[in-house]
């Protein structure tokens, strides 16, 4: 039941957001160019990491931004909300 | 009733209500303020059910929500009706009517009693050994099971009561009014923030308001004097809510908590009408105090399950509170200092103790030296091997412990009683803390675990962070709360306290019996009838991890989730395997708490609000011409219009020969609706869709095919170019919100640089859409100045107009292959512009069809619909739709993955036409095709996805998948159903005006 701070609307419960997977992993610019294994790697490979985790949310039920929030799976805390386009920290 | 059960004063009954209620159909009465269980103990009924595996009789055995035994069945002669209820917390009120479960015919004669005596044939896993084998036999034991082992029955009837929700955000929660909770509330809400206060009993205070314990004073008072007179100001405190009768069920991350607020369950019938009988409270809080306590433990021995046997504190519970005596002679069982307080308390009131049976060797605590001196008889370093009595503990045995605790020696003392308080230390309330994520620490001084590691902004204060004694808990609480409140002082950071220290523990987790121990019977789980013989078997079994030797014997799995003995079932797994407790670690505490009721779940989610759903303008004329409906999405669709007592198939029938004859009418209000603009929508559009949208003209619509990256189709639709840089896209009904929601997504995220905005226009424009070969001369008469020549209003093309004074816009596009007319106007218009057609139809007797002949119309076209003849594996390839995938576009979403390997194979599933050997067949959705009717196992080829028999056609015919259909054109297959098989032949997917000549006639 995380309440999470949308960067643009502040401080939201859970069930107005959507989650959207692994964050910063760049759509190809010329998916043409690629190999089946490099589209594949694009296309399904995901990581499941038990602990810090990069991902994208959206607040779907509010502002419709989508943004980036870095996630202790382990425990669910939320270590930080960035916007798209931000840099990630480094580490 | 015998008063001598029922002994004065409390001050917390109210003798002057007697009220009226009935248990297993016999009257009896109790007073305002009794729970049904102190009620029948004053009424001396201790027998209230039957063990859930042997039988056995069970008696009350605690005071509080922790009861395992005393679970009944509550009605009142109404719909109400409520299994698994704790008699323990249930207050009675005039007209309550409790039964027993588990038993059957009765309580007093149970025919399950057999299991009782062939026992030893029953250990753990006994029904997962027998009953799974064979698997075929499993239907027959379960109504045998079922039938004498019930928990209760469900209500059969709509639940008269109306539940509530409510959100509660504060700065502090604390749950548990006890002592601690008070104090801590308290001094929360006079540093200026707003506090909640909840407790589960209907009383604050917790153990402390109604013991008057010798040993523990305040401020040179009594305990329970001092915090009567605290609690009496509390209400003069402003930011401090308090709500009793409210159990926290759940405590989620981020301090958000579940808590179920009771209301009129203490009521009888008349005051509960026109009442909210339960609310679900979601309280967020930006710091939690937990202040839940501790329960007492009993002590696992043989035999320790009759009825007579109650925990210690609950027989002085009983006795303090209710003014009830459990029994006329009282013996205690102990391994620390607080049987003592119990015994002292029922001799100071006069009641006979007979003696006190201890496991430690001495202890020289004044209470103690107290109850010595009363001249009660105390057996140390002693045990109770056996009891007695079937229906009523009537006997104990007692014998010496060996020094290692694991034998007995001497000889036997019998003692005869009718009650047995039994106190085996206490056992921290940590399952709201480990819920929350918390970690626990084993403590190896009290054998008990501790909250250790807090996830969220909350501290565990009082007994239920081990703190036991009056002094601890206070001098504890001051430091810690000003640590977590950060504020300087506390109001009772002067408050004289005394209390005394206890020195002698001892702790057997599994007492020894003369006999051994496959010849005894003594209870971890009383609910699930678990017994130390079960883990020690599943440990010899192999079992090792906690959590399966917990669902192998079934201990902790009842509805009061073990709260009495999984300590217990830990501390015999530990010494059995010769591991530590702290290595054991611990079961999961997992919601609720204490059972919610499906009621308090739901709220006001029932009936027509259980879920929303969504109506077009258009609703009321399709009700009003009895028009039957679907469920689309949360959408409310017309699906036909039976006529004259038409069934299904007759009105769809009719409906789908009208529309292709002369002309019909649907309501495509729902489809969904995304309004396009900027500088770069027809480069977005390149992006997103797989065919080519730069060269489209304005006014022109063009049919759109969108893809998931991974190549499978999408959504479809058609889109409308409304002007320069402004596009209006249609989506399909199901997918309108999904669709935004990906394009939304791309733009953000991967294309931010366009120039794209995107709005959701679904519910501003009604959709009427005109079909049939005079669908042209009804539109003409509508609008006889709008040109509707080839030439100037063209398939696929838009049109501004007005019909009357109503705006509309004008799609010329078809989902049906007939001429046809989408009229979208502005919402509040959609009825009228309806009318209006109907109207100007009638001479070509328009008729209006449901989802259902659209489905069938577009079927005899070959038209897909996403999501019947797609299931997010079909690629536009595999839908034999390459003309609609642009090879020059550089790149649009999922392009890359229509050249996988996978995705380029010849024999993926592709759609095709069937129609049947004999045209009179229809077939089903979803049947199994097959090309080999002898092969085993069969080859499946693919399945039916669409099927209607054809008005027009004359036939029936269907949609296909099958493997490598593309090139099976003219092969016959199978279709092998349960009472025969059917003939089919591989055609092309398009039935009807194969040359698409009726969309300009
Ligand atoms: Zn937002």
Not at chain 2, 67 to 80: C, F, H, K, L
Not at chain 2, 856 to 871: P, S
Request: aromatic share 10%.
């Amino acid at each position: 039941m995380f309440l999470i701070n949308c960067p643009y609307c502040g401080e939201r419960d859970h069930q107005e957001f959507k989650a959207g997977g692994e964050a910063h992993i760049e759509r190809p610019k010329q998916p043409t160019e690629l190999s089946d294994d490099e589209w594949a790697e694009y296309l399904f490979m995901r990581k499941n990491i038990k602990g810090i985790q990069f991902e994208r949310w959206n607040h779907a039920h509010g502002c419709r931004k989508w943004f980036n929030m870095v996630r202790d799976t382990s425990n669910d805390q939320i270590k930080l909300i960035y916007k798209m386009g931000e840099k990630p920290p480094a580490e | 009733m015998s008063t001598y059960f029922r002994i004065k004063p409390s001050e917390f009954i109210d003798e002057t209500v007697r009220v009226s209620f009935k248990f297993n159909g016999k009257n009896y009465h109790g007073f305002k303020g009794d729970t049904l269980a102190s009620a029948l103990l004053a009424n001396n009924v201790h027998l209230v059910g039957r063990s859930f595996k042997y039988h056995r009789p069970r008696g009350i055995m605690t005071a509080g929500s922790e009861e395992p035994n005393a679970i009944v069945q509550i009605s009142d002669g109404t719909n109400r009706t409520e299994p698994n209820v704790r008699a323990t917390e249930i207050e009675i009120y005039e007209g309550l009517e409790a039964s027993s479960q588990n038993c059957w015919p009765s309580v007093n004669h149970d025919i399950g009693g057999i299991n009782n005596a062939i026992s030893a044939f029953l250990p753990a896993g006994f029904y997962y050994k027998t009953f799974m084998w064979p698997a075929s036999f499993w239907e027959k034991y379960e109504y045998v099971i079922r039938h004498s082992a019930g928990l209760g029955k469900s209500p059969t009837e709509r639940d008269p009561d109306v539940y509530d929700h409510r959100y509660i955000h504060c700065d502090v929660l604390v749950v548990g009014a006890g002592i601690s909770g008070i104090l801590a509330a308290r001094n929360a809400a006079k540093n200026n923030l707003k506090t909640l206060l909840v407790d589960e009993k209907n009383e604050l205070g917790g153990s402390t308001i109604y013991q008057n314990r010798e040993f523990n004073k305040i401020e040179n008072q009594n305990s329970s004097d001092w915090l009567k007179k605290e609690i009496k100001e509390l209400r003069n405190i402003k930011n401090l809510e308090i709500k009793t009768r409210t159990s926290v069920a759940a405590f989620h991350g981020y301090n958000y908590l579940l808590a179920r607020e009771n209301l009129t369950d203490h009521l009888e019938n008349k005051d509960k009408q026109g009442k909210i009988r339960q609310r679900l409270l979601k309280i967020r809080a930006k710091k939690v105090i937990l202040a839940t306590g501790a329960l007492e433990r009993p002590l696992i021995f043989n035999n320790n399950d009759r009825p007579g046997i109650m925990l210690s504190s609950a027989v002085k519970k009983y006795a303090d509170f209710y003014g009830v005596v459990s029994g006329k002679k009282n013996v205690f069982f102990t391994n620390n200092d607080s049987a003592y307080e119990s015994a002292f308390c029922l001799h100071n009131k006069g009641i006979n103790v007979e003696a006190i049976i201890d496991i430690r060797e001495s202890s020289n605590s004044k209470i103690v030296k107290a109850v010595e001196e009363a001249g009660i008889k105390i057996h140390w370093s002693h045990t109770i091997v056996d009891t007695r009595g079937y229906k009523r503990l009537s006997e104990i045995s007692a014998m010496m412990l060996s020094n290692d605790g694991l034998s007995v020696t001497g000889s036997k003392i019998n003692i005869s009683c009718d009650c047995l308080g039994v106190a085996g230390g206490w056992t921290p309330a940590v399952h709201l803390f480990t819920q929350s994520g918390g970690k626990l620490k084993f403590d190896e001084n009290d054998n008990v675990f501790l909250p250790n590691i807090y996830p969220s902004e909350q501290m565990s204060v009082g007994s239920c962070n081990g703190d036991f004694k009056l002094k601890e808990i206070i001098s504890n609480l001051s430091t810690n709360l000003k640590q977590f409140l950060k504020v300087d002082k506390t109001d009772f950071d002067n408050v004289l306290i005394e209390s005394e220290e206890e020195n002698s523990k001892r702790n057997i987790w599994l007492l020894p019996s003369d006999k051994p121990i496959g010849k005894t019977k003594p209870f971890v789980d009383y609910q699930n009838d678990a017994t130390a013989k079960d883990i020690k078997l599943a440990l010899r079994e192999g079992f090792r991890s906690i959590e399966h030797v917990k669902r192998y014997t079934t201990t902790g799995m009842g509805t009061d989730q073990g709260k009495l003995g999984n300590m217990h079932a830990l501390g015999i797994i530990a010494d059995t395997a010769g591991v530590k407790m702290s290595e054991l670690g611990t079961t999961t505490f997992r919601p609720p708490y204490t059972p919610l009721t499906f009621g308090t779940i739901v709220g006001r989610n029932v009936g027509e609000y259980f879920d929303v759903f969504r109506r077009t303008p258009m609703n009321d004329w399709h009700i009003e011409n009895k028009a039957e409906f679907e469920n689309v999405g949360q959408w409310k669709r017309a699906w036909y219009y039976p006529a004259n007592g038409e069934t299904m198939h007759e009105a769809v029938q009719r409906e789908s020969k009208a529309a292709r004859e002369s002309a019909g009418i649907l309501d495509a209000s729902t489809l969904g609706k995304i309004d396009i603009q900027g500088t770069d929508a027809s480069e977005f559009l390149n992006r997103v869709y797989t065919n080519a949208w730069s060269k489209l003209g304005i006014g022109k619509c063009r049919y759109g095919l969108m893809l998931n990256e991974d190549g499978m189709v999408y959504d479809d639709g058609v889109t409308t170019r409304l002007g320069e840089n402004h596009y209006l896209m249609t989506t399909t009904t199901g997918g309108a919100a999904n669709v935004l929601g990906k394009l939304e997504d791309y733009l953000q995220t991967e294309w931010p640089e366009l120039d794209v905005y995107l709005t959701s226009v679904t519910d501003h424009f009604a959709t009427a859409s005109i079909c049939g070969p005079n669908s042209k001369k009804i539109l003409n008469k509508l609008i006889p100045d709008l040109d509707l020549s080839e030439e100037s209003f063209p398939h696929m093309s838009f049109k501004n107009a007005q019909i009357g004074n109503i705006k509309c816009r004008i799609m010329r596009i078809s989902f049906t292959g007939e001429h046809s007319y989408e009229i979208n106007v502005q919402s509040n218009y959609g009825k009228a512009i309806w009318e209006k057609c109907m109207e100007a139809g009638k001479e070509f007797s328009i008729t209006p069809y449901g989802t259902e002949t659209m489905h069938l119309l577009r079927a005899e076209k070959g038209f897909i619909i996403v999501g019947q003849d797609t299931d997010g594996t079909m690629t536009p390839i595999d839908l034999q739709m390459d003309w609609i995938v642009s090879k020059k576009k550089y790149d649009f979403i999922g392009k890359r993955s229509l050249y996988r390997s996978d995705t380029m194979k010849e024999e993926r599933k592709q759609l095709v036409g069937l129609l049947t050997d004999d045209p009179n067949i229809v077939l089903e959705e979803g049947a199994q095709i097959v090309s080999d009717l002898n092969q085993s196992p069969v080859n499946m080829l693919g399945h039916v996805t669409s099927s209607y028999y054809s008005p027009n056609l004359k036939k029936s015919i269907a949609l296909a998948v099958v493997r490598g259909g593309k090139n099976m054109m003219g092969k016959k297959l199978f279709i092998p159903m349960e009472d025969k098989t059917i003939n089919v032949t591989i055609e092309n997917p398009v039935f009807f005006d194969t040359e698409n000549k009726r969309l300009n006639a």
